[in-house]
């Protein structure tokens, strides 16, 4: 059964870096096709994508963040990491990672982990 | 980036009525949306991917159309289960972009 947990800090300050990890198991993300990503969703508002890393180790980050994003993998530990500097309030939002994968050349996510709420405050 | 916008934002409906969501890109972006139902305070439920194949799992109420620019989310004969919010999202480009949501609630 695939599963992804999100941990890191529930708490962070402005201009902090926010470090966040996703272990996840039941898949590889050394299999063709498959990608981890990381979607935000601020309080009663809009889910947000945020960055993907695929099998190759190639990175996507959404634009207006790629400055302040970094999202890495440790294969040998099924984890993707992603980091985010500079930490405003406006950034805090529950952080979920997600299993996305290639099925016929179409791209979706199907696995979600619970997510993690991150605030930012002073 | 491609912007992905949905309407309407919200709706209100009743038990077994048919619902349509429409969603909108930015520029053509094939058949690459995917429909996602959020229930409140719940992980995000993947429903279609490809426009219009439904992901296993999930009921034959719910269908989806478009290519191109224009999309639609369908579900028919509405269930207490489907209330919520929905998201579209496109993934012609692997810098995903969601739509802002539209939410379904009981008239």
């Known amino acids: 059964q695939v599963t992804l947990r999100e941990s890191g800090p529930a708490l962070v300050k402005p201009t902090q870096t926010l470090t966040l990890t996703c272990t996840f198991s039941?898949?590889?993300?050394?299999?063709?096709?498959?990608?981890v990503t990381w979607i935000r969703q601020p309080p009663g508002k809009a889910l947000e994508w945020l960055a993907l890393?695929?099998?190759?180790?190639?990175?996507y980050y959404r634009t207006s963040l790629k400055t302040r994003l970094t999202i890495s993998q440790d294969t040998s530990k099924n984890q993707v990491v992603l980091t985010m500097t500079n930490m405003d309030p406006v950034d805090t939002a529950t952080y979920y990672c997600?299993?996305?994968?290639?099925?016929?050349?179409?791209?979706?996510?199907?696995?979600w982990g619970l997510g993690t709420l991150v605030t930012v405050s002073s | 980036d491609i912007h992905m916008t949905q309407s309407p934002s919200s709706l209100s409906a009743s038990l077994g009525d048919r619902v349509t969501i429409t969603c909108r890109a930015s520029?053509?972006?094939?058949?690459?949306v995917n429909w996602y139902h959020q229930k409140p305070g719940k992980v995000p439920k993947l429903l279609l991917y490809a426009a219009s194949t439904l992901q296993s799992g999930v009921p034959s109420r719910f269908s989806g159309s478009g290519s191109g620019t224009d999309f639609t989310l369908t579900i028919t004969n509405l269930q207490p289960e489907d209330f919520g919010t929905y998201y579209c999202?496109?993934?012609?480009?692997?810098?995903?972009?969601f739509g802002p949501g539209t939410k379904v609630d009981l008239k």
């Open positions: 890393i695929d099998w190759e180790d190639d990175k």
């Open positions: 997600a299993r996305t994968v290639a099925v016929a050349g179409f791209t979706f996510v199907d696995y």
């Open positions: 999202q496109q993934s012609y480009s692997l810098i995903f972009s």
């Open positions: 520029q053509s972006i094939s058949r690459f």
């Open positions: 039941a898949f590889s993300l050394n299999t063709s096709g498959m990608f």
